[in-house]
Protein backbone atom coordinates (compact mmCIF):
# COMPACT_ATOMS: atom_id res chain seq x y z
CA UNK A 1 0.00 0.00 0.00
CA UNK A 2 3.70 -0.47 1.62
CA UNK A 3 3.61 -2.67 -0.81
CA UNK A 4 -0.11 -1.51 -2.25
CA UNK A 5 -0.27 0.64 0.47
CA UNK A 6 -1.64 2.76 -1.55
CA UNK A 7 -2.64 1.67 -4.64
CA UNK A 8 -4.41 -1.11 -3.17
CA UNK A 9 -2.92 0.60 -1.65
CA UNK A 10 -1.89 1.53 -1.10
CA UNK A 11 -2.94 4.69 0.67
CA UNK A 12 -3.92 6.12 3.74
CA UNK A 13 -6.96 6.47 8.57
CA UNK A 14 -7.20 8.33 12.33
CA UNK A 15 -9.98 7.34 14.08
CA UNK A 16 -9.63 8.02 17.92
CA UNK A 17 -10.36 4.27 18.56
CA UNK A 18 -11.23 0.67 17.38
CA UNK A 19 -14.33 1.47 14.68
CA UNK A 20 -16.10 -1.40 13.50
CA UNK A 21 -18.64 -1.21 10.73
CA UNK A 22 -21.23 -2.63 12.48
CA UNK A 23 -21.41 0.41 14.82
CA UNK A 24 -19.92 3.00 12.88
CA UNK A 25 -21.81 5.79 10.82
CA UNK A 26 -21.55 5.64 7.69
CA UNK A 27 -18.46 6.04 5.27
CA UNK A 28 -16.74 5.25 9.20
CA UNK A 29 -16.82 1.55 9.41
CA UNK A 30 -12.78 1.15 7.84
CA UNK A 31 -11.92 3.88 9.94
CA UNK A 32 -8.82 2.33 11.77
CA UNK A 33 -5.27 0.72 11.04
CA UNK A 34 -5.29 -2.13 7.86
CA UNK A 35 -2.18 -4.48 7.23
CA UNK A 36 -1.26 -4.09 3.59
CA UNK A 37 0.15 -7.16 3.19
CA UNK A 38 3.27 -6.88 1.79
CA UNK A 39 6.52 -4.69 3.10
CA UNK A 40 5.05 -4.82 6.52
CA UNK A 41 2.96 -1.80 5.34
CA UNK A 42 0.45 -0.54 7.66
CA UNK A 43 -2.11 2.21 6.33
CA UNK A 44 -4.14 4.40 8.37
CA UNK A 45 -7.66 5.12 7.20
CA UNK A 46 -9.07 8.07 8.69
CA UNK A 47 -11.68 11.06 8.18
CA UNK A 48 -10.31 14.21 5.90
CA UNK A 49 -13.37 16.58 5.56
CA UNK A 50 -16.26 14.91 4.68
CA UNK A 51 -14.58 12.22 3.17
CA UNK A 52 -12.01 9.25 3.86
CA UNK A 53 -7.87 9.40 3.41
CA UNK A 54 -5.42 6.89 4.25
CA UNK A 55 -1.66 7.82 5.14
CA UNK A 56 1.33 5.23 5.95
CA UNK A 57 2.21 4.69 9.40
CA UNK A 58 4.51 1.69 9.37
CA UNK A 59 6.14 -0.47 6.77
CA UNK A 60 9.49 -2.20 6.90
CA UNK A 61 11.43 -0.04 5.42
CA UNK A 62 10.30 2.79 7.95
CA UNK A 63 11.38 0.72 10.32
CA UNK A 64 15.09 0.50 9.50
CA UNK A 65 14.99 4.08 8.68
CA UNK A 66 12.24 6.17 10.05
CA UNK A 67 13.36 9.01 7.29
CA UNK A 68 12.93 6.76 4.45
CA UNK A 69 11.89 8.46 1.35
CA UNK A 70 9.51 7.63 -1.46
CA UNK A 71 12.55 6.72 -3.63
CA UNK A 72 10.76 4.65 -6.16
CA UNK A 73 8.08 6.95 -7.14
CA UNK A 74 8.24 7.79 -11.32
CA UNK A 75 8.06 11.82 -10.51
CA UNK A 76 12.04 12.94 -9.70
CA UNK A 77 10.28 15.60 -7.95
CA UNK A 78 8.09 13.33 -5.82
CA UNK A 79 11.43 11.25 -4.54
CA UNK A 80 12.00 13.21 -1.75
CA UNK A 81 8.90 12.67 0.03
CA UNK A 82 8.90 11.09 3.30
CA UNK A 83 6.80 7.43 3.36
CA UNK A 84 5.62 8.19 6.67
CA UNK A 85 2.67 9.52 7.26
CA UNK A 86 2.10 9.88 3.06
CA UNK A 87 -1.26 10.01 1.89
CA UNK A 88 -1.72 7.02 -0.04
CA UNK A 89 -5.67 7.50 -0.31
CA UNK A 90 -7.55 10.42 -1.19
CA UNK A 91 -11.38 11.46 -1.13
CA UNK A 92 -13.39 8.24 -0.87
CA UNK A 93 -16.99 8.36 0.14
CA UNK A 94 -19.91 5.84 0.39
CA UNK A 95 -20.78 2.91 2.69
CA UNK A 96 -20.93 1.11 4.80
CA UNK A 97 -19.73 -1.67 2.61
CA UNK A 98 -17.93 0.11 -0.84
CA UNK A 99 -16.53 3.31 -1.25
CA UNK A 100 -15.48 5.32 -4.52
CA UNK A 101 -12.31 7.84 -4.53
CA UNK A 102 -9.10 8.61 -5.66
CA UNK A 103 -6.47 9.03 -6.66
CA UNK A 104 -4.38 6.09 -4.88
CA UNK A 105 -0.56 5.29 -4.79
CA UNK A 106 1.56 2.25 -4.04
CA UNK A 107 4.99 3.51 -3.08
CA UNK A 108 6.46 0.08 -3.66
CA UNK A 109 5.94 0.22 -6.86
CA UNK A 110 5.35 3.43 -7.58
CA UNK A 111 2.12 3.30 -9.91
CA UNK A 112 -1.07 4.68 -9.00
CA UNK A 113 -4.44 5.34 -9.73
CA UNK A 114 -7.16 8.33 -10.40
CA UNK A 115 -9.77 6.25 -9.86
CA UNK A 116 -10.27 3.64 -7.11
CA UNK A 117 -12.75 1.53 -5.05
CA UNK A 118 -12.47 0.11 -1.22
CA UNK A 119 -14.89 -2.64 0.05
CA UNK A 120 -15.59 -4.67 3.40
CA UNK A 121 -15.73 -7.70 2.61
CA UNK A 122 -18.30 -9.96 5.38
CA UNK A 123 -15.02 -11.95 6.24
CA UNK A 124 -13.80 -8.39 7.41
CA UNK A 125 -10.83 -7.90 5.16
CA UNK A 126 -10.67 -4.59 2.75
CA UNK A 127 -10.64 -5.24 -0.35
CA UNK A 128 -8.25 -2.19 -2.40
CA UNK A 129 -8.84 -1.70 -6.18
CA UNK A 130 -7.38 1.06 -7.98
CA UNK A 131 -7.98 1.56 -11.65
CA UNK A 132 -6.12 3.15 -14.44
CA UNK A 133 -8.79 2.75 -16.68
CA UNK A 134 -11.85 0.00 -16.73
CA UNK A 135 -10.02 -3.12 -17.65
CA UNK A 136 -6.50 -1.88 -16.10
CA UNK A 137 -7.33 -2.32 -12.53
CA UNK A 138 -5.14 -4.06 -9.55
CA UNK A 139 -6.67 -5.01 -6.35
CA UNK A 140 -4.66 -5.45 -2.85
CA UNK A 141 -6.91 -7.17 0.04
CA UNK A 142 -6.07 -5.69 3.75
CA UNK A 143 -6.48 -7.03 7.22
CA UNK A 144 -7.69 -4.66 9.72
CA UNK A 145 -5.21 -4.57 12.72
CA UNK A 146 -6.87 -1.97 14.75
Not at 5 to 32: H, N, Y
Not at 69 to 74: F, T, Y
Request: a positive charge; one cysteine or more; proline letters at 5%.
Amino acid sequence: MIAGTAMLAAVAFGAAGIVTAEAAPSGQGIAGIWATGSEGGRVQIYTCGAALCGKIVDATRIRANPDQRDERNPDPKLRDRRLKGLVVLHGFAGGPREWKGGPVYDPETGDGAAKAYLTLRPDGKLEVKGCKAAIFCRTKVWTRVR
